[in-house]
């Protein structure tokens, strides 16, 4: 049992941006320390690869179907889907804030809010702490702090929105930049610096859950030195699946922002992609390493449950796409890394996915885990490195402005099988092809793999009330 609990988020951060877990030249110290402390999960899947379904998820315990959070919504007016808004939890769903707050538990948030509940996260309870972007904001109007012009590292993309029609909107673009601020106005160091003074400050008399939901790497990739300079593009070495042809892929991705906005870029621009990304993950690690370091000096800070991974990740160049939204390994492969006081530690292998992480904190937290959320504890597979693990888990994705692009992931513990709402399907064996680059859907000699895998995917839609059949 744990007495507080530490939820890290970071924001559109890959499976392999991980220097413990990577062979790619990259400084993660903070992070290899928690791999190091910690069980790290290496077949863990995120339940949507947007940011405000995911979140919604993580927060509920639910399917981005289930609980009602489809898209981000950033479209006027609202896409309005079966007689909601899209982007909106159903009314009636509890959150792991909630839970918490109910259980006793002095409550912090630090970062970014994305989850659109109702009431909105803010307004659910009196929080001890709750600061977000816009505190940022104020931060730097308060002290004459100029920030870089977003719209210089956006590109112009046809967009589907909730009148079905496309309009163009502006999405954050490959290109890197340098930041005119210092790291220490940085948002990410504001945030970091707000999580450590609480844990400075919140008494020992209480139990606490601190959640510090990071935004880098997320682009723009706009950062300061040194971290802009820190990596040689050309020592980089890139995965094979960067800047490969999509031909094999869903169509239908082209007419979305990830092939949109990495469309006709060179492997050269794509090594100053990285370089930059690079530079991103370092500079958030150390604010990690913040946070980490201040929960270290309290005295209960072995007694606090840390968990970390992100929201989603990133294609990065990966079949030519750039951003999220495409339910491949670089968008849905996450890391989890989760530091018991029990002081476990090693890899696990079990699939798992976004859907289980509320249930374990709970758990761990001695906290009855409500009987609607979907997913299960990961305590057991901690406990024993051999225990079964789920045979199948799953992603889905619902659209950004409005529902569209429609994408379902059944990941097996050698095959995948993704289904998209063109008709594509595909089939990779992530064992010998972990870059998904020969689609083997259709294939005579995998045809019993790829129909059980279709199976799964229909039971699994039809447990947890999806709104399409995927076929």
Known sequence: ???????????????????????????????????????????????????????????????????????????????????????????????????????????????????????????????????????????????????????????????????????????????????????EEQMDYYLAQSAAEFLETASEDEPFALFCFLWLPHPPLVIPEPYYSMYDPEAIPLPPNIGASNADKAPMHMQHTPGQVGANRTLAEWRETWAAYFGAVTLVDRCIGMVLDALDERSDGDDTLVVFHPDHGEQLGAHSYFQKMVCYEESIHLPLIIRTPEGDQGRRR??????????????????EVPKRMQGRSLRSFIDDPDAEGPEVVFSEYNGNCCVAWLQRAAIGERYKYKWSEDGTRELYDLQEDPGELTNLAGESALADVEQHLRDELRAWQEETGDFIVAE
């Not at 289930?66 to 909106?88: D, R, V, W, Y």
């Open 350 to 367: 079990q699939l798992c996915g976004h859907v289980d992480i509320a249930p374990t904190m709970l758990d761990y937290l001695d906290v």
């Open 1 to 183: 049992m744990a007495k507080n609990l530490l939820w890290l988020m970071t924001d559109q951060q890959r499976y392999d941006s991980i220097a413990a877990l990577s062979d790619l030249p990259i400084q993660t110290p903070n992070l290899d320390r928690l791999v190091a402390q910690g069980v790290t999960f290496e077949r863990h899947y995120g339940a949507c690869p947007l940011c405000g379904p995911t979140r919604a998820c993580l927060h509920t315990g639910r399917y981005p179907h289930s609980c009602g959070s489809l898209i981000n919504g950033f479209s006027t007016p609202p896409h309005i889907f079966k007689g909601k808004k899209a982007h909106e939890l159903n009314a009636d769903e509890v959150l792991i804030d909630d839970i918490l707050h109910e259980s006793g538990y002095r409550m912090a948030h630090v970062g970014v809010d994305h989850v659109q509940s109702i009431p909105r996260k803010p307004q659910r309870f009196e929080w001890d702490l709750y600061r977000t972007r816009a505190d940022y904001s104020q931060y730097l109007r308060d002290n004459n702090l100029e920030s870089y012009n977003k719209r210089n590292y956006q590109v112009a993309c046809s967009t589907k929105v909730a009148s079905g029609e496309f309009e163009t909107q502006l999405y954050s673009a490959p290109n890197p930049g340098l930041h005119p601020l210092p790291f």
